[in-house]
């Protein structure tokens, strides 16, 4: 993380973008058996859910390359979507 800091531009997006980074460059990882952090779901990607995936394909724009970036902004958009249309269908009560 010293040689590769988070990029402050994505708010919501940092860890996303700093993983993808290192997993396209090739970068090592190594699986810890242990819990080094807990997290709950009330963070700003999840209670902000578009903003945050509207970052997300910001990386994947930037990072990814040819079917890999096709795909995965075919599902972001999806998923988008189908959140609009959930969060329509609960102010309407459908």
């Avoid at 993380?1 to 993983?19: E, V």
């Avoid at 810890?32 to 990607?45: A, W």
């Amino acid at each position: 993380m010293k040689q590769y800091p988070y990029d402050t531009r994505f708010k919501m997006s940092a860890d996303f973008y700093f993983f993808k980074f290192c997993y396209l460059t090739k970068k090592k990882f190594q699986h810890i058996p242990i819990v080094i952090s807990v997290y709950d779901r009330t963070g700003i990607s999840n209670t902000h859910r578009i903003a945050g995936l509207k970052e997300n394909i910001q990386v994947i724009r930037e990072l990814d390359k040819g079917w890999d970036k096709i795909k995965f902004l075919i599902k972001l958009h999806f998923v988008i979507y189908w959140n609009s249309i959930r969060t329509w269908i609960k102010k309407n009560r459908i």
